[in-house]
């Protein structure tokens, strides 16, 4: 149902008086808005106890720290850098003070770390499990382009950051948001297209050539899977690799002329690897197998 | 708790780099980042079954507006214009396609009326009742002072739109965020301090005058009560109208010198009343009542 109502979201039209404000509106990681001199990037995400993290398992801390980062995630897939974040809590009732304290303490840890103002919200107690919110505002160059979600050309390297699968073990809690990668790509390299991994590696690359009505084919081999599946998974590596999710890495497709100069460059942050390319020989994700086989793959992902 | 989780964040510093560009942070009705040309204001409020509705009891698309309305209200209460909205959703997993549908419709009529474009979210479906969060990012001119919480001077009047009590009866979903009124106000009048009635009148009245280290003194009398707690619970009327909440009227603190000319101006969109005048002499709310006797009056909210 989620994806039904995104669908139909995504046609809902803007009126015309507003439409010349809007860069990028639903249907991307993050809005745009054009202000004066540079562009406002907006993004939003929710978790909730039971489905994004579990109570009593996991530390408010992290739990706190999620909440902003998967935002971060979202800004990194737009090449912003993050500003300020306003907050929205809804406690359980039996959380104490020191509860809520702690919940803050890992999103300000974070806010800090990446010198974003955390400069409002809105606390609630209620009868329900614990929510926590977060709206981050961002801001990039006005003449900035590419980052989109539609942008993929024919043609194009499909790059991955990092590494894939099991985050589940933890690093859905603790990973790091792509932005100082993002912001140093975005400042010399072009990108035409770009998203985060949260749903999975196969849905995140699918809704990535299906945005740009193009299909992408890839070498199984060359996914990174990461040490956390290698260790704890070895026979299933791949497919936790392909369809976990939660990695918050990012894909990127970028012209071939780019990809030489990048793949040298000393001063990238983060391992990229470059997993395939972009076609519009037909809409679907292909991948090649050992045996030199090319097969369809089907987007699956973690249902929470 | 959640009032001593609020005292504590108001206390948490900002790092120094980001200082400079945070006009308003934590503690307002909403934040207010300096901008190039002009200031950004950002509210966020979530809203859920069972705290701040009843499913079954209030049509979905009422519900929508409710969720957009009551940070147009935070924004009122800041003098800004808005402009975007990004939106949250936390749905029950027996939630149709339709009924996303008719909680949308509700968010949207109401961001046509005033001009807001809807520019992204974020949807779950989970096993908890049903959650709407919105952020709305607004604008006001930088050279644009007062409406602020904490701006009250001695002396000053204090001014209230509309009137009170017996929001419950169905005001609360229905109610018109006053940004009209403030955005008239803010171009013709200096206006101190301002704050919108979500808590009560009489809390909101004690949230204005303490914020800013001084008392109010009103009278009983003045006190605007709304037609539905007339009709509905004339004995109460005074109490309901102190103390039921939700009535997203606002509440300004207005220099004497700027009253009369307000009082008599047709061009002003909504009723206003002075309730009475800001203080040094004590930190209280006190009332005078029907006998000439002065009171304190306690604040009180509903709990939800």
Redesign the interface.
């Known amino acids: 149902?989620?994806h039904?109502?995104?669908r139909?979201?995504r046609k809902?039209t803007?009126?015309e008086?507003?439409?010349s404000?809007?860069v990028?509106?639903?249907g991307?990681d993050?809005?745009v808005?054009r202000?004066?001199?540079?562009c406002?990037v907006?993004?939003?995400?929710?978790i909730?106890a039971?489905?994004?993290f579990e109570l009593g398992r996991h530390s408010l801390e992290l739990v706190g720290r999620k909440a902003l980062a998967v935002n971060l995630s979202d800004l990194a897939a737009m090449a912003a850098r993050p500003?300020?974040t306003?907050?929205?809590f809804?406690?359980p009732k039996q959380?104490?003070?020191d509860d809520?304290?702690l919940l803050?303490s890992g999103i300000?840890k974070l806010a800090?770390e990446f010198?974003?103002?955390?400069?409002?919200?809105?606390?609630?107690?209620?009868?329900?499990?614990l929510?926590v919110?977060a709206?981050v505002?961002g801001q990039r160059g006005a003449e900035q382009t590419g980052w989109t979600i539609d942008g993929v050309q024919p043609g194009d390297g499909i790059v991955v950051s990092g590494s894939f699968g099991g985050s589940i073990h933890g690093r859905h809690l603790t990973f790091s948001p792509r932005i100082e990668l993002a912001i140093y790509l975005a400042e010399h390299y072009r990108i035409n297209a770009a998203t985060d991994v949260s749903d999975s590696l196969s849905m995140d690359l699918n809704a990535l050539a299906s945005a740009s009505g193009l299909g992408i084919d890839f070498d199984y081999n060359a996914v990174p899977v990461s040490s956390d599946v290698r260790e704890t998974d070895p026979g299933q590596a791949l497919q936790c690799a392909l369809c976990d999710g939660e990695d918050f890495e990012l894909i990127m497709s970028i012209p071939q002329s780019e990809i030489g100069r990048l793949l040298s460059d000393p001063r990238v942050p983060v391992d990229l690897t470059v997993l395939g390319k972009a076609t519009d020989q037909h809409r679907e994700l292909r991948a090649i197998d050992n045996a030199g086989v090319w097969i369809t793959v089907t987007p699956q992902g973690y249902v929470?």
């Open positions: 149902m989620e039904e109502f995104h139909w979201l809902q803007l009126p008086s507003l439409s404000r809007i990028i509106g639903i991307d993050a809005a808005l202000g004066s001199d540079d406002l907006i993004a939003t995400d929710t909730a039971g489905t994004h500003v300020a306003v907050l929205s809804l406690l959380f104490g003070l809520a304290k803050y300000s800090r010198d974003i103002a955390i400069v409002g919200g809105d606390t609630n107690s209620w009868d329900g499990p929510v919110g709206t505002i929470h």
